[in-house]
């Protein structure tokens, strides 16, 4: 009777570790924030740098640039594990509770799937940008720490997307 089967022990895992990596993804949902916040500080400045003293910063598009992408690849796992983006369930909605729980599978496996992707081909651009410490070109800043976002967000969304794929589908069968 006190036997679990490989679902509940899966379901139980997956709740622990979402318990365990919700804060982790949290933290950087907020350092994701203050990437969007410093976009606008750069641009502000930026523009009454030019108006003002006519003289801008030369490296603004850059930053800007680095900061988006920080911005978008830190919020990702947050946003994937608590299922916040943008969803159309016009179809879903319509489908019997039988189909609905084979798309969420499906949806999850094509996640995982795009994230094992993504993360093959990240790694050798990280590679290549550290081995050669390659610098963006007007701020000459170094690009390996900001590529290196990417492969941990690849690695942490796709944990994201297995957690929900387990758990959402978890709720739909009980």
Known sequence: MGERTFQEKLIVVCKNTEMF??????????VASLASIMIIGLIGTSVTMRYLAYAPFRFTEELVGLLMTTSFFLALPMITLKAKHVRVLIVLSCLPQRLKIWVHAAASLFGCGFCLWFLYLSIP????AFGRQIKTEVGRLLMYPWMAILPTSMCLTFFAFFIRGILSNAEQIK
Not at 125 to 128: A, K, P, S, Y
């Open 21 to 30: 990596v919700t804060p982790i993804f949290f933290l950087l949902a907020i």
């Open 125 to 128: 651009w990280l590679e290549f």
